[in-house]
């Protein structure tokens, strides 16, 4: 059965139906680009980031930092000034300015702008479009974490981004980029198609949070659409709001996504089944791929 990955609202890899033994984090609204068309951002328009109406929701749906120690000794490694795309609410940049990092986070949501803003004041913050947005200077380590990258739905959109993100590394600078990995097995449709999931029960100091998802895979297309439900229960059980957010990802594999690097301009350097340096295999529930702009 199906479990559910990182930015993946409204669909139905059914959460705590992990095969092998898995403990991924169940897949949800992931911030980084979905959000205006470049075309829009030139007239000035702007069009509600299809994640705002979920900001306040999504510390409480994304708890974990299992991910966090392997950005920060990459950061030690590299070095700063530091740059993540798609920050959300600062769950990966935050830390790592507590840190002393100099950090520059690019989100497109302004509510989840707001929000990373009320934890840590010394990350510089940017509102744009990952695509296009530029920053006016370069780094040393680039990153885009927890399936930010996902949110590309189109193949020349992710192109688009990873030619930006070179242009923004100094010579020799390294890019990070970690999605969760999928076998065809967990990407089929039970018998009978899709069904209601129920991912997980947050437990909160006034109550609890449940979300369930419906979520369809079309392999021609590589797009995967879903449907979460959220529930948010106070102390006595009373039910106080109720949700329904659609998204759409397109689902990246590792060649592909190795490829698409090599003809942005990046020399892949490491390819990782997850966050303690395992190598990449049919199990892993995470691929991490770190590459560098040319020196």
Not at 43 to 69: F, I, K, Q, S
Not at 218 to 236: H, K, N, T, V, W
Not at 265 to 291: C, K, Q, R
């Amino acid at each position: 059965m199906r479990r559910p990955p990182g930015p993946k609202s409204g669909f139905s890899l059914c959460a705590g139906l992990y095969p092998r033994g898995r403990t991924r984090e169940p897949l949800g609204p992931r911030p980084g680009y979905h959000g205006p068309d470049l075309q829009d951002e030139r007239e000035g328009r702007r069009t509600l980031p299809e994640y705002d109406p979920l900001a306040d929701l999504y510390n409480l749906e994304y708890p974990h930092e299992y991910d966090v120690p392997f950005w920060i000794s990459l950061a030690h490694r590299e070095g700063g000034p530091v740059v993540e795309w798609g920050a959300g609410t600062g769950r990966v940049c935050v830390p790592l300015a507590r840190r002393g990092f100099e950090v520059t986070a690019v989100e497109l949501s302004e509510r989840m702008i707001e929000r990373g803003r009320s934890k840590d004041g010394s990350v510089e913050w940017v509102w744009g479009d990952m695509r296009g947005v530029r920053l006016g200077r370069r780094y040393r380590l680039a990153i885009c974490a927890f399936n930010s990258f996902l949110c590309l739905t189109g193949l020349q959109d992710a192109l688009t981004f990873l030619r930006n993100a070179r242009e923004h590394l100094l010579p020799g600078g390294l890019l990070g980029i970690e999605v969760s990995a999928f076998s065809p097995e967990e990407l089929a449709d039970p018998p009978g198609g899709p069904v209601l999931c129920h991912d997980f029960t947050r437990k909160l100091e006034d109550g609890h949070l449940d979300r369930f998802s419906v979520s369809r895979y079309d392999p021609a297309l590589q797009l995967l659409s879903m449907r979460l439900f959220y529930e948010l229960y106070g102390p006595s059980g009373e039910l106080r709001d109720r949700r329904v957010h659609e998204l759409t990802i397109r689902v990246t594999f590792r060649d592909e996504l190795e490829l698409m690097l090599r003809l942005a301009g990046f020399d892949v350097e490491s390819v990782y089944g997850g966050f303690d340096g395992e190598p990449f295999t049919a199990a892993s529930d995470h691929l991490v791929v770190l590459a560098r702009s040319p020196r």
